[in-house]
């Protein structure tokens, strides 16, 4: 009986067409809001721009959120190599690593201000949230970037990441992925922390 060749598996499922850098549409849009020195149009401005921001915010956690999911999976299945890891054999920044995540884990603070400055609006992120980013900091720092991540064994999970129903992470992310909205996979947030 012929044995059956593992062809590899995608370090990306699909996300890459639809994730933007949150870091550098944040600061362009806060360039913008502040090139105003009157107060009233830096509130119009950002009375504009508060909820583009909590989209770029919430598909950057959605993304978060499928990344752990996709890691989690790739677990459930048989060793074989990881097609397609860019970072793979490039040298390894832990500052350039946490970037992001500590860029979206300060505007979680300074937001909320923000808010109450510019809308006189009350605004909080979840606990869940702040639980998220700091998962996926982590998340990444095991694995030190992906830059020795040459088979799905080398993956490593931080031990909140849920794994018991892991199998099932393939078909929501395929599902979702057809959205071409990486923010509706924020749902799963509790399937996965």
């Not at 020195?37 to 499928?66: A, D, P």
């Amino acid at each position: 009986m012929p044995k059956t060749e593992l062809k590899g598996l995608e370090f990306d499922p699909g996300f890459a067409p639809y994730i933007l850098a949150f870091t550098g549409s944040v600061e362009y849009i806060y360039l913008d809001i502040n090139k105003f020195k009157n107060l009233s149009q830096k509130k119009m401005k950002f009375m504009q721009y508060h909820k583009k921001i909590l989209e770029l915010f919430n598909n950057n956690l959605g993304f978060y959120v499928g990344c752990l999911m996709w890691a989690a999976y790739l677990k459930t299945q048989p060793e074989q190599e990881i097609l397609s890891n860019h970072c793979f054999g490039k040298e390894y920044n832990e500052e350039e690593n946490k970037a992001d995540t500590q860029f979206m884990l300060e505007f979680t603070k300074l937001f909320p201000k923000d808010m109450k400055y510019y809308l006189g609006k009350n605004y909080e992120f979840e606990s869940n949230i702040i639980k998220l980013l700091e998962t996926y900091e982590e998340f990444l720092a095991l694995n030190k970037g992906f830059v020795n991540t040459k088979t799905n064994s080398d993956l490593v999970l931080p031990t909140s990441v849920k794994t018991e129903n892991a199998i099932e992470y393939k078909t929501i992310i395929e599902n979702i992925l057809k959205t071409e909205d990486l923010s509706l996979l924020l749902k799963e947030l509790p399937t996965i922390l």
